[in-house]
T-cell receptor
Framework: DAGVIQSPRHEVTEMGQEVTLRCKPI?????LFWYRQTMMRGLELLIY????????DSGMPEDRFSAKMPNASFSTLKIQPSEPRDSAVYFC????????????FGPGTRLTVL | AQSVTQLDSQVPVFEEAPVELRCNYS??????LFWYVQYPNQGLQLLLK??????LVKGINGFEAEFNKSQTSFHLRKPSVHISDTAEYFC??????????????FGKGTKLSVIP
């Protein structure tokens, strides 16, 4: 089975530009999570969805960040406008109904904002 | 609110030696505990988890962890490490959100370096 798929794997952009990160969860998984990993703050949960519905977005840093899950097989995390302090690795993870305690992580998107 | 403390940011150990990576948590309710491993430039992979039952949990790659409620700890151990165990290890705690999904809070991670 394919794991969680994230694209792009690397993104370099300039400050002020819009950035869109994409995630395809494992088929059949009903929960999806977005995390950000930095040296200073470690792994932080940004937002998570259950059955395509956002449940908790309290970790989203500010209004420049938004996430959507239009269907069970696709989610996006958008940053507009991007800033250098957004530079981080962004992970997507999903978990299935029959094992909701276990999250399966994608390989991450390394974002660099110049 | 729940939190996780990993006391050691880096642990060097010689190959075939035993290792213990420490994790302490705080939570006001019953918790579920996890250890994840992250190899360089990869996502996190579940090593083991404690949900209930036996306090000694065995995971993949020969790792095990013991849940100690009185000490609020969940230390990870391996009796003999291999070069391939070099990675970063994350302890995590979770509460059931009630919405059918579990929200994880991660520690800052411990980098294990196995020395040949």
């Amino acid at each position: 089975d394919a794991g969680v798929i994230q694209s792009p794997r690397h993104e370099v952009t300039e400050m002020g530009q819009e950035v869109t990160l994409r995630c395809k969860p494992i088929s059949g998984h009903n929960s999806l999570f977005w995390y950000r990993q930095t040296m200073m703050r470690g792994l932080e949960l940004l937002i998570y969805f259950n059955n395509n519905v956002p449940i908790d977005d309290s970790g989203m840093p500010e209004d420049r960040f938004s996430a959507k899950m239009p269907n069970a097989s696709f989610s996006t995390l958008k940053i507009q406008p991007s800033e250098p302090r957004d530079s981080a690795v962004y992970f997507c993870a999903s978990s299935p109904n029959n094992e909701p305690d276990t999250q399966y992580f994608g390989p991450g998107t390394r974002l660099t904002v110049l | 609110a729940q939190s996780v403390t990993q006391l050691d940011s880096q642990v060097p150990v010689f190959e075939e030696a035993p290792v213990e990576l420490r994790c302490n948590y705080s939570s006001s309710v019953s918790v579920y505990l996890f250890w994840y491993v992250q190899y360089p430039n990869q996502g996190l992979q579940l090593l083991l988890k404690y949900l209930s039952g036996s306090t000694l949990v065995k995971g993949i790659n020969g790792f095990e962890a013991e849940f100690n409620k009185s000490q609020t700890s969940f230390h990870l151990r391996k009796p003999s490490v291999h070069i391939s165990d070099t990675a970063e290890y994350f302890c995590a705690v979770s509460e059931d959100s009630g919405a059918g999904s579990y929200q994880l809070t991660f520690g800052k991670g411990t980098k294990l370096s196995v020395i040949p």
